[in-house]
Protein backbone atom coordinates (compact mmCIF):
# COMPACT_ATOMS: atom_id res chain seq x y z
CA UNK A 1 0.00 0.00 0.00
CA UNK A 2 1.52 3.57 -0.75
CA UNK A 3 -0.17 6.90 0.91
CA UNK A 4 0.59 9.85 -1.35
CA UNK A 5 2.72 11.97 1.18
CA UNK A 6 4.59 15.45 1.01
CA UNK A 7 7.97 14.86 1.79
CA UNK A 8 9.16 16.44 4.78
CA UNK A 9 11.74 16.58 7.32
CA UNK A 10 10.06 14.87 10.81
CA UNK A 11 11.93 16.68 14.05
CA UNK A 12 11.29 15.06 17.27
CA UNK A 13 12.15 17.39 20.05
CA UNK A 14 12.87 14.81 23.02
CA UNK A 15 14.39 12.41 20.22
CA UNK A 16 16.39 10.54 22.73
CA UNK A 17 13.45 10.10 24.94
CA UNK A 18 10.96 7.64 26.56
CA UNK A 19 8.64 8.78 25.05
CA UNK A 20 10.45 8.70 21.63
CA UNK A 21 11.78 5.22 22.32
CA UNK A 22 8.80 3.36 23.37
CA UNK A 23 6.04 4.74 21.12
CA UNK A 24 6.93 7.75 18.52
CA UNK A 25 9.53 6.07 16.54
CA UNK A 26 7.81 2.53 16.63
CA UNK A 27 4.77 3.69 15.45
CA UNK A 28 6.24 6.01 13.23
CA UNK A 29 8.72 3.41 11.31
CA UNK A 30 5.58 0.91 11.07
CA UNK A 31 3.52 3.59 9.38
CA UNK A 32 5.96 4.68 7.30
CA UNK A 33 6.99 0.87 5.97
CA UNK A 34 3.46 -0.17 5.94
CA UNK A 35 3.00 2.73 3.30
CA UNK A 36 5.59 2.64 1.56
CA UNK A 37 6.58 6.32 2.32
CA UNK A 38 10.23 5.38 3.82
CA UNK A 39 11.94 7.61 1.34
CA UNK A 40 9.15 10.71 2.13
CA UNK A 41 9.91 11.05 5.15
CA UNK A 42 13.44 12.18 7.33
CA UNK A 43 13.86 11.82 10.84
CA UNK A 44 16.21 14.32 12.67
CA UNK A 45 16.20 13.49 16.11
CA UNK A 46 17.00 16.58 18.24
CA UNK A 47 18.28 16.22 22.38
CA UNK A 48 20.30 17.42 24.62
CA UNK A 49 22.77 15.00 24.55
CA UNK A 50 26.12 15.37 22.62
CA UNK A 51 25.49 12.31 19.87
CA UNK A 52 25.98 12.27 16.43
CA UNK A 53 24.34 10.82 13.14
CA UNK A 54 25.98 7.44 13.70
CA UNK A 55 25.25 6.81 17.30
CA UNK A 56 21.36 8.41 17.10
CA UNK A 57 21.02 6.23 14.34
CA UNK A 58 22.03 2.64 16.15
CA UNK A 59 20.27 3.85 19.19
CA UNK A 60 16.77 4.17 16.91
CA UNK A 61 17.82 0.42 15.60
CA UNK A 62 17.92 -0.44 19.53
CA UNK A 63 14.51 1.15 20.30
CA UNK A 64 12.67 -0.31 17.25
CA UNK A 65 14.43 -3.45 18.56
CA UNK A 66 13.19 -3.67 21.48
CA UNK A 67 9.52 -2.95 20.59
CA UNK A 68 9.60 -6.22 17.69
CA UNK A 69 10.69 -4.23 14.94
CA UNK A 70 13.71 -6.69 13.25
CA UNK A 71 12.71 -6.75 9.37
CA UNK A 72 15.21 -6.34 6.82
CA UNK A 73 14.60 -3.02 5.78
CA UNK A 74 15.62 -1.39 9.08
CA UNK A 75 19.12 -1.13 9.18
CA UNK A 76 18.85 1.09 5.56
CA UNK A 77 16.14 2.95 6.34
CA UNK A 78 18.25 3.94 9.71
CA UNK A 79 21.53 4.70 7.91
CA UNK A 80 19.44 6.65 5.11
CA UNK A 81 16.71 8.57 6.94
CA UNK A 82 17.84 8.96 10.53
CA UNK A 83 19.47 11.88 11.62
CA UNK A 84 20.74 13.51 15.12
CA UNK A 85 21.10 17.47 16.05
CA UNK A 86 22.22 18.30 19.52
CA UNK A 87 20.11 20.87 20.76
CA UNK A 88 21.26 22.60 24.79
CA UNK A 89 21.01 26.07 26.41
CA UNK A 90 23.37 28.13 24.07
CA UNK A 91 21.26 30.89 22.68
CA UNK A 92 22.36 29.45 19.10
CA UNK A 93 21.22 26.07 19.22
CA UNK A 94 18.12 27.10 17.55
CA UNK A 95 20.11 28.90 14.63
CA UNK A 96 22.33 25.69 14.30
CA UNK A 97 19.32 23.60 14.18
CA UNK A 98 17.84 25.79 11.68
CA UNK A 99 21.20 25.60 9.40
CA UNK A 100 21.01 21.61 9.74
CA UNK A 101 17.18 21.72 8.63
CA UNK A 102 17.83 23.26 5.93
CA UNK A 103 21.46 21.17 4.89
CA UNK A 104 19.45 18.29 4.92
CA UNK A 105 16.63 19.54 2.67
CA UNK A 106 19.28 20.74 0.29
CA UNK A 107 21.51 17.11 0.15
CA UNK A 108 18.04 15.50 0.23
CA UNK A 109 16.52 17.31 -2.53
CA UNK A 110 13.17 17.99 -0.07
CA UNK A 111 10.92 21.15 -0.91
CA UNK A 112 11.05 22.42 2.43
CA UNK A 113 7.96 21.05 4.59
CA UNK A 114 8.68 19.92 8.30
CA UNK A 115 7.00 18.28 11.17
CA UNK A 116 8.31 19.81 14.58
CA UNK A 117 6.56 17.18 17.07
CA UNK A 118 7.53 18.37 20.98
CA UNK A 119 7.76 15.22 22.95
CA UNK A 120 8.73 17.23 26.21
CA UNK A 121 7.54 18.03 29.81
CA UNK A 122 5.04 20.71 29.61
CA UNK A 123 7.62 22.78 31.43
CA UNK A 124 9.63 22.80 28.11
CA UNK A 125 6.54 23.59 26.06
CA UNK A 126 7.16 27.64 26.13
CA UNK A 127 10.90 27.76 25.12
CA UNK A 128 10.70 25.41 22.47
CA UNK A 129 8.08 26.80 20.68
CA UNK A 130 9.64 30.93 21.04
CA UNK A 131 13.05 29.16 19.84
CA UNK A 132 11.45 27.74 17.10
CA UNK A 133 9.85 30.98 16.18
CA UNK A 134 12.71 33.23 17.42
CA UNK A 135 15.11 31.19 14.57
CA UNK A 136 12.35 31.20 11.98
CA UNK A 137 11.50 28.20 12.10
CA UNK A 138 7.73 28.88 11.73
CA UNK A 139 7.44 29.38 8.47
CA UNK A 140 9.62 27.33 5.76
CA UNK A 141 9.84 27.40 1.91
CA UNK A 142 6.98 24.31 1.99
CA UNK A 143 4.86 23.72 4.81
CA UNK A 144 5.40 23.81 8.58
CA UNK A 145 3.76 21.88 11.59
CA UNK A 146 4.07 21.88 15.40
CA UNK A 147 3.01 18.99 17.21
CA UNK A 148 2.20 19.19 21.17
CA UNK A 149 2.28 16.23 23.13
CA UNK A 150 1.29 15.97 26.69
CA UNK A 151 -1.20 17.81 29.00
CA UNK A 152 -1.89 20.99 27.11
CA UNK A 153 -1.22 22.85 30.79
CA UNK A 154 -2.92 22.38 33.93
CA UNK A 155 -5.90 24.67 33.89
CA UNK A 156 -7.60 27.04 31.79
CA UNK A 157 -5.61 30.42 32.49
CA UNK A 158 -2.33 28.17 31.83
CA UNK A 159 -3.78 26.49 28.68
CA UNK A 160 -4.04 29.89 27.13
CA UNK A 161 -1.23 31.39 28.31
CA UNK A 162 0.13 28.23 26.25
CA UNK A 163 -1.95 28.95 23.60
CA UNK A 164 -1.46 32.61 23.64
CA UNK A 165 2.47 31.62 23.57
CA UNK A 166 1.92 29.33 20.48
CA UNK A 167 -0.30 31.88 18.70
CA UNK A 168 2.55 34.98 19.04
CA UNK A 169 4.57 32.54 16.29
CA UNK A 170 2.58 29.47 14.74
CA UNK A 171 -1.10 30.03 12.67
CA UNK A 172 -3.65 28.16 14.08
CA UNK A 173 -3.94 26.13 10.91
CA UNK A 174 0.14 24.48 11.72
CA UNK A 175 -0.67 23.48 15.18
CA UNK A 176 -2.04 19.95 16.31
CA UNK A 177 -2.60 18.96 19.58
CA UNK A 178 -2.57 15.71 21.37
CA UNK A 179 -3.70 15.72 25.38
CA UNK A 180 -3.34 12.93 27.47
CA UNK A 181 -5.90 13.84 29.26
CA UNK A 182 -7.90 12.17 26.04
CA UNK A 183 -7.06 9.00 27.95
CA UNK A 184 -8.69 9.42 31.04
CA UNK A 185 -11.83 7.58 32.06
CA UNK A 186 -14.18 10.60 31.79
CA UNK A 187 -13.43 11.77 28.35
CA UNK A 188 -12.93 7.48 26.93
CA UNK A 189 -16.46 7.47 28.75
CA UNK A 190 -18.09 10.16 26.54
CA UNK A 191 -16.91 8.06 23.23
CA UNK A 192 -18.94 5.15 24.86
CA UNK A 193 -21.68 3.49 22.35
CA UNK A 194 -24.84 4.89 23.57
CA UNK A 195 -23.14 7.50 25.69
CA UNK A 196 -25.12 10.97 25.29
CA UNK A 197 -22.28 13.03 26.52
CA UNK A 198 -20.07 14.37 23.72
CA UNK A 199 -17.15 15.98 24.14
CA UNK A 200 -16.46 19.49 22.96
CA UNK A 201 -13.28 21.86 22.98
CA UNK A 202 -13.14 23.71 25.67
CA UNK A 203 -14.18 27.19 24.87
CA UNK A 204 -11.82 30.32 24.47
CA UNK A 205 -8.57 28.16 25.39
CA UNK A 206 -7.95 27.03 21.40
CA UNK A 207 -7.78 23.20 23.32
CA UNK A 208 -9.19 20.35 21.07
CA UNK A 209 -9.15 22.37 17.83
CA UNK A 210 -8.06 20.51 14.71
CA UNK A 211 -6.52 17.58 15.85
CA UNK A 212 -9.12 16.49 17.95
CA UNK A 213 -11.62 15.58 15.27
CA UNK A 214 -10.45 12.09 15.10
CA UNK A 215 -11.90 9.12 16.56
CA UNK A 216 -8.75 7.18 16.69
CA UNK A 217 -8.31 9.87 19.87
CA UNK A 218 -9.97 7.26 21.52
CA UNK A 219 -7.41 5.10 21.63
CA UNK A 220 -5.15 7.06 23.46
CA UNK A 221 -4.34 5.97 27.21
CA UNK A 222 -6.52 2.62 26.53
CA UNK A 223 -3.81 0.44 28.20
CA UNK A 224 0.18 0.51 27.82
CA UNK A 225 0.31 -3.14 26.35
CA UNK A 226 -1.42 -2.18 23.31
CA UNK A 227 -0.07 1.59 22.95
CA UNK A 228 2.33 1.27 19.97
CA UNK A 229 -0.68 -0.56 18.08
CA UNK A 230 -3.34 1.87 19.27
CA UNK A 231 -1.03 5.12 18.72
CA UNK A 232 -0.27 4.26 15.45
CA UNK A 233 -3.73 5.09 14.49
CA UNK A 234 -3.16 8.63 15.98
CA UNK A 235 -0.32 8.88 13.72
CA UNK A 236 -2.71 7.58 10.84
CA UNK A 237 -4.69 10.46 11.28
CA UNK A 238 -1.61 12.81 11.62
CA UNK A 239 -0.13 11.46 8.30
CA UNK A 240 -3.16 12.75 6.64
CA UNK A 241 -2.23 15.80 8.14
CA UNK A 242 0.78 16.20 5.92
CA UNK A 243 -0.89 15.46 2.63
CA UNK A 244 -1.16 17.82 -0.07
CA UNK A 245 -5.38 17.95 0.75
CA UNK A 246 -4.86 18.81 4.41
Known amino acids: MTTEIDRHVFVIFGGTGDLARRKLIPS ?16 LGVAPGDLDDDAYRA ?7 QTGVNDDDL ?7 VFYQTLDRDPGSYER ?11 RHLPGNRAFYLALPPSVFPSAITGLGEAGLNESPGWTRLVIEKPIRTDLKSA ?5 LVHNFFHEAQVYRIDHY ?8 SWRPGSRTQCSRASGTGIGLNPWRSPSLRTLGSGRGRA ?14 ISPSC
Open 182 to 189: LGKETVQT
Open 59 to 65: WTRAALK
Open 28 to 43: LYRLITENGIADRCVL
Open 228 to 241: TTKRRALYETWCRT
Open 97 to 107: LRDRIETIEED
Open 75 to 81: EAWCDDN
Open 160 to 164: RDLNS
